[in-house]
């Protein structure tokens, strides 16, 4: 099940390089510095061969493309891996949960229809707006929600003609992933963000998925909340190392 997940998120936010180390996928990304885009993914519990020499090529590889070198440690990773980063002082940043729902009729029977944007400079342009990302990201994200393979639905909630919810519901089969889920801040709380997740939710379960699944931060409380509410359930944890403690 969570070879199942990490393969789902890799062809749902698809980076622009992915090379494999045996069972290591690094994955890096020269146009957006997002970590899920640049990191090494450890995929297999057994492979835990000749860490510093592998380590070490990945270091390279991350210079080369001018992005930190970052692991991230899923159950998949040998827990070796997770033991060698300790010893070395890497710090541990990230923590975050992979949340599933079943869809049934009865999670989406009072979710109001949408239907997606086709127009991915209004949703990128939205989403800056609600998210309040730096505008200099803006031609990386837009490539990489561009190579999204799977059917990408677009949402955004507006009122009074500015978008105040945003989101993007990935179709891959069975599953729907949800990525890029955001409300403006000084609206959260009011429904918004339930309202678009159900829409969104809707039109995957409309076309034979099966599962609804995201990935959250821990810290994110507000966010966890909502998805529990909708009757999320956390299925496994990851997080990320750099070398160096923090501070």
């Known amino acids: 099940m969570i070879r199942r997940f990490e393969a789902a998120g890799f062809r ?36 835990d061969r000749r860490l510093e020499h592998r380590i070490e090529r990945a270091a390279r590889r991350f210079k080369a493309f001018g992005r930190p070198l970052t692991f991230r440690i899923s159950p998949l990773a040998a827990p070796a891996i997770g033991q060698h980063l300790d010893a070395e002082g890497w710090t541990v940043f990230g923590q975050s949960k992979v949340m599933r729902l079943r869809l049934n009729e009865a999670v989406v029977e009072n979710a109001v229809d949408q239907i997606p944007l086709k127009d991915l400079n209004r949703f990128v342009s939205a989403a800056f707006e609600v998210h309040a990302y730096e505008a200099d990201l803006r031609p990386g994200f837009t490539e990489v929600v561009s190579l999204i393979k799977a059917e990408a639905g677009l949402f955004i909630l507006e009122q009074d003609d500015v978008p105040v919810s945003t989101a993007i519901c990935v ?5 729907a992933g949800l990525f890029e889920v955001a409300t403006v801040s000084e609206r959260r709380g009011r429904g918004f963000g339930r309202r678009m997740l159900l829409s969104a939710l809707k039109w995957a379960s409309s076309r034979g998925a099966r599962v609804a699944w995201l990935q959250v931060e821990e810290n994110n409380e507000s966010a966890l909340a909502l998805y529990r509410s909708l009757g999320f359930e956390e299925v496994y944890q990851y997080h990320y190392r750099r070398p160096g403690r923090e501070g």
Not at 19 to 39: E, I, M
């Open 12 to 47: 749902a936010w698809p980076a622009t390089s992915v090379q494999y180390d045996g069972t290591w996928a690094v994955r890096l990304t020269a146009s957006h510095p997002a970590k899920r885009l640049n990191s090494v993914n450890p995929l297999d519990p057994s492979d």
């Open 171 to 175: 179709h891959d089969g069975a599953l």
